[in-house]
């Protein structure tokens, strides 16, 4: 079999990508270790940026988005006592988009179904092979037989633990990674959410988020030590740190009900250097992880996919290699700075109890200048809402 591009992984970067280069005339397969439902049953990110709106009106799936998202114009940051209202279309003249990682999923789905478009699940031992010269190809297995694809290009959107970026030969990938001693326990749930927008807490138990998917299913989080068992949190012990960190007027409204979902994420930040390896690309949590704290990890794989997907039209439309071979310094430019901004929302927002007393009074000190200045909150909002493509 030949194809112009073959795409590895039918996560939201894979399939935004696959539906771009096919509105755009260009040949694409997409291989996917798993079956579709498994792709959708792992809750993740829930904040849009405007790009990943504009991206996915380009791609032609945002219609159910704009009926069934929540456009918020702000969110709430309370650290100890203080709580401050992030006014984000007041600074920005800019929003975000509150709709799920999983409805993305399943517009994008969707739309390749109704093309019959070529999205191959339980593909097995995907393998990307010879992209250091001009005749890249992909081997899989499915069903017992082994197959093979000869393309142009490889797109690796095989998340962090995914085939491509362990397919690079040693020494040709620097990695820049830091990990967190803690993670996020998520919980989703048929209850009213707490609030109408977002509200991110610092409490000395720890960081929590209430945030959403629709009126009546709520997403909150709670900051768990590293390597916690989430068999050990029932939903009541959950619903009772959410009441204590978020604090007396949340706690007074707060409805509870049973968890449909119950996870826990660690955290980490993550860069590989460079994207690119002769005719292999990484794009999304293949490439990068960040903290899920700004909510950037879903946005970043939009700009990477908006530059690759560019690239490899021009390529094809143009006969022009300018676009691909600018994609791993224009992606780069634009993760460190949303890497920096989740490390700084993650600093601020949670507990680290092994940096001790002059860290917390550090964290008052970010807090109580933030809600002095307009300047600083223009900072963290231009950041929050996304940083030009
Ligand atoms: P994904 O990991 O989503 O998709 C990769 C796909 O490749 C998967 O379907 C996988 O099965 C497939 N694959 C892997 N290896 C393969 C192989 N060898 N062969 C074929 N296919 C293969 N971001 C936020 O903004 N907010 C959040 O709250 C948030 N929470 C998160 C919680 C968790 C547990 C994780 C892991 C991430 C979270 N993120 C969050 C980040 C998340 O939303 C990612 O940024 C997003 O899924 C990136 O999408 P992809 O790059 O498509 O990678
Ligand atoms: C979510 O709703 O899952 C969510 C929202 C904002 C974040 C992280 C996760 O920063």
């Not at 009106?57 to 709580?83: C, Q, W, Y």
């Not at 393998?127 to 069903?143: A, I």
């Not at 691909?324 to 601020?348: G, H, N, P, Q």
Request: hydrophobic share 40%; charged share 25%.
């Amino acid at each position: 079999m030949r194809t112009q591009v073959v795409i590895i992984g039918a996560g939201p970067s894979g399939l935004l990508l696959s539906q771009l280069l096919h509105k755009s005339g260009v040949d694409c397969v997409v291989l996917e270790r798993r079956d579709p439902d498994y792709v959708l049953s792992r809750i993740r990110a829930g904040v849009l940026e405007q790009g990943m709106v504009d991206m996915l009106e380009r791609a032609g799936v945002s219609e159910r988005m704009h009926k069934e998202g929540l456009p918020h114009d702000g969110f709430t940051i309370a650290v100890g006592d203080n709580r401050l209202r992030m006014d984000l279309k007041g600074l920005t003249g800019k929003n975000v988009m509150v709709y799920g990682q999983t409805e993305v999923t399943k517009d994008l789905m969707d739309a390749h179904d109704a093309r019959d478009a070529e999205v191959i699940y339980d593909a097995e031992n995907v393998t990307p092979l010879d992209f250091d010269g001009d005749n890249p190809r992909v081997t899989y297995e499915k069903d017992g037989v082994t197959h093979e694809i000869a393309c142009d290009f490889i797109c690796g959107c095989d998340g962090f633990h995914g085939v491509s970026r362990a397919s690079v030969p040693d020494g040709a990938v620097t990695e820049y990674e830091k990990v967190y001693p803690f993670g996020w326990l998520g919980i989703l749930s048929y209850v009213k959410p707490v609030d109408h927008e977002l509200i991110y807490a610092n409490h000395a138990n720890g960081f929590a988020l209430a945030s959403m998917r629709s009126d009546i299913l709520s997403r909150y989080y709670i900051q768990v030590p590293a390597g916690t068992d989430v068999n050990k949190w029932s939903d009541e012990a959950i619903w009772n740190e959410l009441k204590i960190r978020l604090g007396a007027e949340a706690a007074a409204k707060m409805e509870t009900g049973p968890s449909i979902e119950k996870s826990i994420a660690p955290l980490r930040s993550f860069v590989a250097e460079p994207l690119r390896f002769g005719r292999l690309f990484l794009a999304g949590d293949a490439g990068h992880i960040v903290p899920p704290t700004g909510a950037k990890g879903l946005n970043l794989a939009a700009s990477d996919i908006h530059y690759l997907s560019e690239g490899l039209i021009e390529f094809y439309g143009e006969k022009s290699s300018a676009g691909v071979d600018a994609y791993s310094s224009r992606a780069l430019a634009r993760i460190w700075k949303a890497e920096r901004f989740s490390w700084w929302m993650t600093t601020l927002l949670h507990q680290f109890p092994e940096l001790g007393a002059f860290n917390a009074k550090i964290q008052q000190s970010e807090m109580d200048y933030l809600a002095s200045s307009k300047a600083a909150q223009t900072v963290l909002a231009e950041n929050y809402v996304g940083l030009p493509f």
